[in-house]
């Protein structure tokens, strides 16, 4: 679904700018827009999800005969594993950028207040990310992970693999006030913003058809299918143009007020801070 929703909205932006050719454009804008993510709310569910699938292994080894003293040592495993995640999740920051792939155009308005609307938008994918890492010469394996499961104290036997799909856009559009000073150009703007991204794990387990049952009780208590989110915002910015009147470097930064977000499980939220950096072409 956010495939199709980020074809749907990559459609409606090349309409724009189709449609804009044949209008008073005020510039183009060529870049990498960028938003950040909240996880502060996430760190908190990671010890939350770790320990609902280790209470789900007990309950299936509890049902497959072992005794509590047995379990109770396999156990330990997995809570050396959540006091390490924890430890390693406190050095990571809690904001994360996602840059994207996009640009804009500017269409000029004959107003006092407003000299232009502009539009921008952005997309990425995992597909992307491994292109440009097969053009750099360091090819992302595909699947990222494949090993072979082999635990004598349960007798399980076995092998797992692991990918990951992920897919993540943004369009915004907002209200342009310019002022220009021979080489260097300042932006006012305010308007809206749309941003939906999710991050699918893929995985692929044989453990036989004894522990099938497990394995998936497991799974299903880490919510693999909610690492998303989205959201609806009004923004506020002031961006930066550097060179000559019709082609310079541009940045803005933008402050996001949420008016509307879609809650999941992991609790990813959008952060504060948007922007947009690259190169504009104004005519």
Not at 77 to 90: K, M, T, Y
Not at 215 to 220: E, K
Request: a negative charge; charged letters at 15%.
């Amino acid at each position: 679904m956010i495939r199709q929703a980020a074809c749907v909205a990559a459609t409606a932006l090349g309409m724009v700018i189709l449609s804009a050719a044949v209008a008073v454009a005020g510039g183009l804008y060529l870049g990498l827009p960028c938003y950040m993510l909240d996880l502060s709310a996430t760190f908190s569910r990671v010890p939350v999800a770790m320990n609902d699938a280790t209470a789900a292994v007990g309950e299936a080894l509890s049902d497959m005969g072992f005794s509590p003293l047995e379990i109770a040592v396999i156990l330990d495993g997995f809570e050396e594993a959540i006091d390490a995640v924890q430890e390693g999740l406190s050095a990571f920051p809690a904001l994360l950028p996602v840059p994207l792939i996009g640009g804009g155009i500017e269409i000029g308005l004959p107003l006092l207040v407003i000299d232009g609307l502009r539009f921008t938008g952005g997309f990425l994918a995992d597909s992307m990310i491994r292109a440009v890492a097969d053009v750099a010469g360091s090819p992302i394996p595909q699947p990222l992970f494949d090993v072979l499961i082999d635990v004598d104290e349960i007798a399980l036997e076995g092998s797992a693999s692991m990918d990951i799909e992920f897919s993540s856009w943004m369009l915004s559009t907002e209200a342009v006030k310019r002022f220009d000073l021979l080489l260097l150009g300042v932006t006012l703007g305010g308007g809206l913003d749309v941003i939906h991204g999710r991050v699918t794990p893929i995985l692929d387990v044989d453990v036989g058809p004894d522990y099938a049952s497990a394995v998936s009780d497991t799974l299903a208590a880490l919510h693999l299918d909610e690492i998303a989110w989205s959201s609806f915002a009004a923004h506020v910015g002031i961006g930066f143009e550097v060179g000559f009147p019709f082609l310079r470097l541009y940045a803005d930064l933008r402050f996001l007020m949420p008016l509307s977000e879609t809650e999941f499980w992991w609790g990813i939220r959008i952060g504060s801070f948007s922007g947009l950096l690259g190169f504009a072409i104004l005519f």
